[in-house]
Each structure stands twice: as C-alpha cells, then as structure tokens.
Antibody, heavy 125, light 106 residues
C-alpha cells in the first residue's frame, strides 16, 4: 500500500523553528517529486514547496521563500520541511504530497496523487 | 500568477441530486486542472486530473470537464459520503495554485 506519514508537528513559540518529516512506503520514493501543502481555515489549501526527484530543483511561493526549506533523503525514503522564524500565521495542518507524473496524449500532468494525513503545527506564545 | 476562483462557496443539496461546481482560472491553462476532495481530518483525495480524467478508484458519479479558463466538477447522484470541501487546482510544478474551495453538504 502506498503511504505517506507526516510527523514533527507540535506547539512552538513565535520566532522558533520546526522540522517536519514525511515517511514514504509502498512505492519507489526516488522516482517521484514531492510537495508540501498546508491547510488553514482562513486560506484553505496553500502550496509551500516542491522538490524534484534528485533534490536538485526546489521551488517555493513568495510567502515562505527564505524561511522554509524542503529537502529529501532518498536512502531513507523521507521528505523534510525545515521551517524557520515561525509566526502565528504558520499555524496550520501540514501535508506532504506526491507529484504524480502522468502523461495523457503526450502531454505531462502533475497532480498531487498521494497525500499524508497531515501533522498539526501551532505557533503560539 | 494564475488565480483560481470557485463557485458557489457553499452548496446544499439532497441525496440523489446532480451538483456542479465551477472553477475559473485568471488565464488560460489548457486542460491542466485537478479536483480534490477534502473531508474533516482526512488527507485530501485526488478525484480528477487533466480536467476530465478520473483518478483510479474514484466513483464514476464524479466527472470533470472544461478547457482554458472555465472548468466544472459534477457529482451525479449525490451520496452522504460526498459531504466534503472540493478544491480545484492548477498543478503547475513551479507554482501550484488551489481554488478557495466549495463546501458541499446535504
């Protein structure tokens, strides 16, 4: 069975850091790219970061660029999200998601086809 | 950046109804649109990608259509298990964008 399991969430004070992990199983981890996405009641689903199969390409939205860092360990089938200088606005449920590399009529598509159940991050003093 | 809007934001219907959710993109995205279902404390679930391709294992009462800037998700024969929030997404590798969501209840 294909699974992604996030961990590392918790309660943290503003200005501090937190590192999330995402353990993968049931598929060949190194052959997929991945994303981190968070959900808040106010903003719904918000994309946070992308990392390519080999870890050499990483992309972020402006809202977290410079504060969040995505990385991966292909030997341990694990994805990470390092979050620094956290603010109360970062309070959310954080999900990792697999980038599904699909080809339809010679056109590539990249839906997020497998998701974890999420880990909750609460930033509060 | 491409912006996505959804309508309605809240949809209340009866079991067995056919319901439709609209997603509009701020610029043309061909057929590069996906739909997800999000229930309470569960993981988001991919329903549709490439605007109209049903993800494996998703019930056939779900269908997607559209191209360019206007897309729709239809549920034909609404079931109690379909109570959820539905999100459209432009799944660009470089800057994926989600719509604000449509909450469906019975």
């Amino acid at each position: 069975q294909v699974h992604l399991v996030e961990s590392g969430g918790g309660v943290v004070q503003p200005g501090r850091s937190l590192r999330l992990s995402c353990a993968a199983s049931g598929f060949t981890f190194r052959t997929y790219s991945f994303h981190w996405v968070r959900q808040t009641p106010a903003k719904g689903l918000e994309w946070l970061a992308f990392i390519s199969k080999d870890g050499n390409n990483k992309y972020y939205p402006d809202s977290v660029e410079g504060r969040f860092t995505i990385s991966r360990d292909n030997a341990k089938n694990t994805l990470f999200l390092q979050m620094d200088t956290l603010t109360t606005d970062d309070t959310a449920v954080y999900y990792c998601a697999r980038d599904g590399d699909r080809w339809i009529d010679y056109v590539p598509y990249h839906p997020m086809d497998v998701w974890g159940r999420g880990t909750t991050v609460t930033v509060s003093s | 950046d491409i912006q996505l809007t959804q309508s309605p934001s809240l949809l209340s219907a009866s079991v067995g109804d056919r319901v439709t959710i609209i997603c509009r993109a701020s610029q043309g995205i061909a057929s590069d649109l996906a739909w997800y279902q999000k229930k309470g404390g569960e993981a988001p679930k991919l329903l549709i990608f490439a605007a109209s391709i049903l993800q494996s294992g998703v019930p056939s009462r779900f269908s997607g259509s559209g191209f360019g800037t206007e897309f729709s998700l239809a549920i034909t024969g609404l079931q109690p298990d379909d109570v959820a929030t539905y999100y459209c997404q432009h799944p660009s590798t470089y800057r994926p964008t989600f719509g604000p969501g449509t909450k469906v209840d019975i």
